[in-house]
């Protein structure tokens, strides 16, 4: 579905106050921190700016993050009982609401100093996230984002979550269609001024296995390997993509 300015203008206020989510976050991350503390600095951010929390409340989340440590690959529920260590990694995904429209972004930290594996699949998923967001022009089929990412991602000796994809966003999260991180066997849409796409490339320093587990939420790897999320929303426009959820 195509956005019109004034839409577009509402999504990018979204993006805003995502992107301050995540300088404020960023900011607590540190080895004795709990994914709730994450949780609550989010939160602040909500408050402060009149924003909607559009995780809050979906399918019964009981928070306004995600937050996914090391094997976690996403949808980890911020815990005051999970304390992050030295040498562990941490994706916070979250997102905002700003009249009606849609904010939604994740990324992936180091806690204090992190191996040098962790620090090149971090670096590696952050670039194919830049790798899929340059195919987001006008007249370019969808299906190039999701070839884009899994080219950089498995050219590092990486694998790409097949389970869980990027999707359209607008006045809900998650919209149709879907944009999956991987060659999907068959072409997308053409891309058209106005699209707006939430690109999330989960990353896997192993296979591309997945388990939930019993809290019905947390995605961990298979193989207990390190899994690095990033994601920005992102407008397709006449000049170029537009990245929404940056400061
Ligand atoms: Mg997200
Ligand atoms: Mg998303």
Not at 27 to 45: E, K, L
Not at 56 to 83: D, E, K, W
Not at 111 to 140: C, F, H, K, W
Not at 209 to 231: I, K, M, N, Q
């Amino acid at each position: 579905m195509r956005r019109n300015a004034e839409e577009l203008a509402k999504m990018r206020k979204a993006g805003r106050v995502v992107a301050e989510i995540h300088e404020a976050t960023r900011a607590v991350i540190a080895p004795g921190v709990t994914t709730m503390d994450i949780d609550r600095a989010a939160r602040a951010v909500l408050e402060k700016r009149g924003a909607g929390s559009n995780f809050l409340g979906y399918h019964g989340f009981p928070a306004v993050v995600c937050t996914s440590p090391n094997s976690m690959i996403v949808h980890g529920i911020p815990s005051a009982s999970v304390v992050l260590l030295e040498g562990d990694i941490i994706s916070v995904d979250c997102g905002a609401i700003i009249e009606g429209y849609h904010g939604d972004a994740a990324y992936t930290a180091p806690v204090g100093t992190v191996s040098a594996e962790a620090t090149r699949l971090m670096e590696v998923t952050e670039a194919s996230l830049y790798a899929g967001i340059d195919q987001l022009t006008p007249g370019n089929r969808l299906h190039e984002v999701g070839r884009a990412v899994q080219d950089v991602a498995e050219a590092a000796g990486f694998s790409v979550v097949r389970e869980y994809v990027g999707h359209a966003i607008g006045t809900a999260m998650h919209e149709e269609p879907q944009v999956p991180n991987y060659w999907p066997g068959t072409p997308g849409p053409t891309l058209k001024e106005g699209m707006v796409f939430a690109i999330e490339p989960m990353v896997n320093a192993g296979g591309t296995g997945t388990v939930v587990l019993d809290d019905g939420w947390s995605v961990v790897t298979s193989d207990g390997r390190l899994s690095a999320h990033f994601e920005h929303t992102i407008a397709v426009t006449d000049n170029g993509p537009e990245i929404f959820t940056i400061l």
